[in-house]
């Protein structure tokens, strides 16, 4: 089984930006995921990514501001945060949906996604 494991995550001041980074066990070509949960709150989609690298989707909130990437020779998903907000402060998950390769109907349910890391957390100073 694949494991992922995050890493990047860290203090930042509102504006500053911060790049996390989901390294995986093997290659894979599953579409990815990045979810959030902020304390007191539900898991929230974030951003995925198909197989290939060539889909993205992005949750409303941070359109524009996050981008979604993959290295497949590296194993590597990454997640750019720019503009970043005191409301982007959670513990940031990066997930692997095996039965997906593409960017699917209700990618953003974290039900889709079956390996998930331990993720990291972001915190955004006012």
């Known amino acids: 089984q694949v494991q992922l494991v995050e890493s990047g995550g860290g203090l930042v001041q509102a504006g500053g930006s911060l790049r996390l980074s989901c390294a995986a066990s093997r290659r894979t070509f599953y579409a990815m995921g990045w979810f959030r949960q902020a304390p007191g709150k539900e898991r929230e989609f974030v951003a995925a990514?198909?197989?290939?690298?060539?889909?993205?989707y992005y949750a409303d909130s941070v359109k524009g501001r996050f981008t979604i990437s993959r290295d497949n020779a590296k194993n590597t998903v990454d997640l750019q945060m720019n503009s970043l907000k005191p409301d982007d402060t959670a513990v940031y998950y990066c997930a692997a949906d095996k039965d997906s390769a593409g960017i699917v109907y209700r990618t953003y349910l974290s039900s889709r996604y079956d390996i998930w890391g331990q993720g990291t957390q972001v915190t955004v100073s006012a």
């Open positions: 990514i198909s197989g290939s690298g060539d889909s993205t």
